[in-house]
C-alpha cells in the first residue's frame, strides 16, 4: 500500500482517491456517450409503404337482364372462366320461376362439374361458389345460366358470376423519394415482396433500387450486384436485405416495383445509424 502523503490523514487521502476515480470513469463514460451520438441510434424510412394490390371488382354476364314471356325460357352464353381463382359471388334475379347454373369442363360438358339452381319469387338471390375448387383437376372450367319462367305472365331474369380481381397483372410502382442526407456509413435496404395474389406459377417480382442526386433529378438504377431484387413463382418470397452505402451515387433513394404474369404486395423500407 503507498504511503499517505504528507499533510493528508488517511481518510482524507483515501476519500480524494475515491473523488478522483469517479471523476474519471464520468469523464469515460460523456466521451463513449459523445461518441455514440452519430451512430448509435437507428432509424428507417419507407421507401416504398408496404401495400396489397388494389382490387377491382369484375363481373361475368351469365344471363343478360331480359323479360322471358310466360312459360318461356332463356339460355345465356356460355363463358370461360378458367382463369377465375378463389371465391366468387353467383348471383341471380328472379322474379317468378327458375335459374339455372351449370359448370363444366368444356362448353359441351355443362352440369359436369356442379349445378346451382335458385329459385323465385325473389328480387335477388346469391351463392358464394368457388371455380377453383369446382375446375379439381381439370384444365379448364365453363359456366353458362339458363332461365324458365313458370309463371303465365311475363317475368325478368338475370344472372351474373362476380369476383374481385388485382387491377392489373402487369404494374409498375414507384416509391417516394428517400433524403439519405443524414445516413451514415452502411445502411441495409430491407425488401419483402409476397405471394402472387392469383397464385401464377411464372409470376415475376421485381424491386429495383433508383437513385438520383435530387428528388426530382434523374434517376439511375444501382448498379451494384445486389441492387435488384427478384421473386418468382407461387410462394411467399423470404424478407431481403441489400447492403447499402450512404453518402454515394446520389442523396435522394427510391424502390420501383414491377410485376408480370400476376400481382403481389411489396415493401421496402431502408435502415441505417442517422
Known amino acids: 500500500m503507498p ?7 488517511k481518510r482524507d487521502y483515501e476519500m480524494k482517491k475515491m473523488f478522483l476515480a469517479v471523476a474519471v470513469l464520468a469523464l469515460i463514460a460523456l466521451n463513449c456517450n459523445a461518441a455514440l451520438d452519430t451512430y448509435a441510434l437507428t432509424d428507417h424510412d419507407q421507401v ?112 351474373g358470376l362476380i369476383r374481385l380481381t388485382p387491377r392489373s397483372a402487369l404494374q409498375t410502382i414507384t416509391g417516394s423519394a428517400v433524403d439519405t442526407m443524414d445516413y451514415k456509413g452502411y445502411g441495409a435496404i430491407i425488401v419483402s415482396i409476397g405471394a402472387p395474389l392469383n397464385g401464377a406459377t411464372n409470376f415475376s417480382g421485381t424491386v429495383t433500387i433508383q437513385r438520383a442526386a435530387a428528388s426530382t433529378g434523374t434517376w439511375a438504377t444501382v448498379t451494384n450486384t445486389t441492387g435488384t431484387v427478384t421473386h418468382s413463382g407461387n410462394a411467399d418470397a423470404a424478407v431481403t436485405r441489400l447492403p447499402y452505402e450512404f453518402g454515394t451515387g446520389g442523396r435522394y433513394i427510391r424502390a420501383v416495383f414491377t410485376t408480370t404474369n400476376d400481382a403481389a404486395d411489396v415493401a421496402v423500407t431502408v435502415n441505417s445509424f442517422k
Open 3 to 9: 504511503a499517505v502523503p504528507q499533510g493528508y490523514s
Open 48 to 159: 416504398l409503404a408496404a401495400q396489397a394490390t388494389e382490387l377491382q371488382m369484375e363481373s361475368a354476364t351469365l344471363l343478360v337482364p331480359q323479360v322471358i314471356e310466360a312459360a318461356g325460357a332463356a339460355v345465356g352464353n356460355t363463358n370461360n372462366v378458367t382463369t377465375y381463382v378463389g371465391k366468387c359471388l353467383l348471383v341471380a334475379g328472379i322474379e317468378t320461376g327458375t335459374v339455372t347454373v351449370l359448370w363444366g369442363q368444356s362448353g359441351a360438358t355443362l352440369g359436369q362439374l356442379g349445378t346451382n339452381t335458385f329459385d323465385g319469387p325473389a328480387a335477388l338471390e346469391g351463392v358464394e361458389v368457388d371455380p377453383t375448387t369446382l375446375r379439381g383437376t381439370n384444365a379448364a372450367i365453363y359456366v353458362c345460366a339458363s332461365a324458365t319462367n313458370s309463371a303465365a305472365t311475363t317475368n325478368a331474369f338475370s344472372c
